[in-house]
Every structure is written in C-alpha cells, then in structure tokens.
C-alpha cells in the first residue's frame, strides 16, 4: 500500500462527518470540576462510551461501510477484532442489511462477545491474540470475497476517527490540548489530523499502556515495529504494532506520547465511576489517567479535552479493577500482624484498629507458616480505609502498641 496516497486530510473527515451524522450521535463533553481540581487542568469529558456500542470505533466502521459499493455490500464484510470495533462494524452492517462476520480472539470478553452476536453479526472465536484473529479474518476475505473492514489502519475509518475533533472544536471554547489513548493509531492519526490542520496551536497528547506502547517505540525507531505479547486491562488499545498508514500521521501531527501502568489505569477507571458516575473500560480511561498522574507537559490550566474512548467492561474484570484501584488509592489495605496466642490478644488488636476508624472486611490466623514461634500467632487483616492519611496513622499506633506487622503486597 502507498502509505502517503493513503493519508487522509481535513476535506477528508469532513465528508465523512456528513456520511455518518445522521446515524452516529453526538456525544457529551463537559467540563469536570472535580477533575479539573485534581489534575490541574481544565479538564473537558468527551463521552464516546456513550456512543450506542458504547465506543468511538463505530464512527470510522460506519464511514467505511457507507463507501461500500453494491456489490461489495451483497458480498458482505469481515473484521477481527477484541470487541468495540466489532460492534461497530457489526451493528451498522446490519443497519444497512449487510451480512457481517466478526472473528474475535479467544480470550475477547464474553459482555463483548454477546454484544457483538446481539447487534447481528456472526462471531467467530480464533486465535490467542488480534494478530492470529486477523489472519483468520484475511483468509475468510480471500475465501469468500468479502470485504475486509481494519480496526484501524484504514484511511476511511481514520477519517471517521476524526470526526469527534470536529465535534470538540464546536464543543469547547478556545481548546488547548486533547488526550487521546493510542493503540493502532486510528483514533489520535483521525483527531490529530482534523485539529492540527484546523488549528495548529492545539497540542496532541497520545496515551498508551506501559504494556504494549507500540506506537511510543514506533516514534522513537522513526517506523513501526512489532512488540512482544502482553496482557493489560486496557485491551482495546493492546495493540503490538502501531499501523503503516497510521503512524505517518502521528509522527507529523502527534505532540507527545506518555504511558501509564496497570494499576494507574485501574485508579482512572474508579476515579471516573466515583467521581464522573462515568463507566469506563481500560482504554477508555487511560487518558485520564496520564493527567491523574501528571505524565504530560501540559501547563498548569489548560483547557484540555480527555477522550473516554468506551465503556465495555466485562463486570468481572470491572470487579477486580475497582479492588485493585481501592488497594492503589490506599483504601484497601491488607497487613500481616504478629500477636500472642493467647484470650484477649485478638480482642486488643480490633479495639486500636476501631479505635482508627478502619473497617475489617477480612481475616486470616496462621500459626504455622511465616515463621511464627510456638505460642504466638499471624494474622492477615483485610481493612478498608479512607486513604493513605488514614493508613499511616494506624500503622503508626501499631508500632507504638508494640505489634510486629507488614503489608501484604
């Protein structure tokens, strides 16, 4: 593929808004005040998990398919995906009376799954990761003449990407910046390209997971390379090698690129449903969590734009996320306190943890294991806490009391 006569431009994005308005809605993005407390910046919501499939990617599907000629159209289309982009492709083919089969990896979801089968299409489960879904999907285009619809490294649904800028330039007054997750490169090339060539002043934040920053080391080689596997609860943006046709358009346009790690994604995601009401996946509140933990160079103020990318979130998965981000932010705490087997000994112990105004959830005795001397006993305390303050002062008054402890990490 020509990679430069694939770029697209701002005339681009703009026809493919005109494609796609009437079917795609126009999402929120207003600003937070807590966030905006919190991160030191003027911080703007733009709420794609809001979208019908409950993320951005059924923009640039949409502006695929509507390119589709009839006979492309009666012969139908394929894509692999881990979820949002097959429900975008799934449910607007099936919109338009377009047989869809969506090939997902084994290890996709089951919420994804389901939605996918729900808005119509055929699922098929393949392979370990993206990569082996993709040339399984390939092979079925081969097969059956099919058209085959990329998650991201695909002029047209670059283009349809990049509406959402369009929408944030008429949404926010005198726009700074925008915060944008990256994983193949689709959704910042579309919305850096439609910002950077409307008003060149705005800076570009890219976002990916320390686990899987392809495009990052993309920037820093000067081309794409590919990375090893790994896994990472943003799986929407898991992604091992940044796009050819994408990674153009992020070198010239992209300002910055920052990561964030497993655990500061988990704290965005509890951040944004304590905080916003707002249900974010992994991917969907990585941006939030770059400013969360001042990753950026932005200046102090800005009116920066963070994009929710999608809220499709296994309720299991959401399950360990909001323990995970409590055991990060310091409101779960779990130690392993040394104490005498004897009657009372117990009884001691809660009173000062009472005393503290932390909550036990959990316990656990040992008096075998870790050492613990004949006569005395371990025991494991799960609590729950108001925060870091919190936990210091009642590791404090344990040290004072004479209790041997640890944290369980």
Known sequence: MDVAASSITLNDILAARERIRASIYMTPCSRSEMLSRMTGQQVFLKLENLQMTGSFKERGALNRIATLTPEQAARGVVAASAGNHAQGVAHHATQRGIRSVIVMPLTTPLVKVTATKGFGAEVRLHGANYDEACIEATRLCEEQGMTFIHPFDDPLVMAGQGTIALELLEQIEHLEAVVVPIGGGGLIGGIACAIKESNPAIRIVGVQTSRLSSMAEAVRQHHP?????????????????????????????????????????????????????????????????????????????????????????????????????????????????????????????????????????????NRAYYGVNLGDTVIDITMETRGREQVDELLAALTTAGYRHSRVI
Do not use: M
């Not at 090893?228 to 940044?242: S, W």
């Open 225 to 365: 390379i590919t990375l090893d596997p790994a896994t990472t609860i943003a799986d929407g943006i898991a992604v091992r090698r940044a796009g050819e046709v994408t990674f153009p358009l992020v070198e010239k346009y992209v300002d910055e690129i920052v990561t964030v790690d497993e655990d500061e994604i988990a704290s965005a995601i509890l951040t944004l449903l304590e905080r916003e009401k707002t249900l974010a996946e992994g991917a969907g509140a990585t941006a939030l969590a770059a400013l969360l933990q001042q990753r950026t160079s932005l200046p102090a103020d800005a009116r920066t734009a963070v994009l929710v990318s999608g809220g499709n979130i296994d309720v299991t998965l959401l399950s360990r996320i909001i323990e995970r981000g409590l055991v990060q932010d310091g409101r779960l705490i779990r130690l392993r306190i040394h104490l005498l087997d004897k009657p009372g000994a117990l009884a001691d112990l809660t009173q000062l943890i009472a005393q503290h105004r932390a909550n036990i959830v959990d316990t656990l005795h």
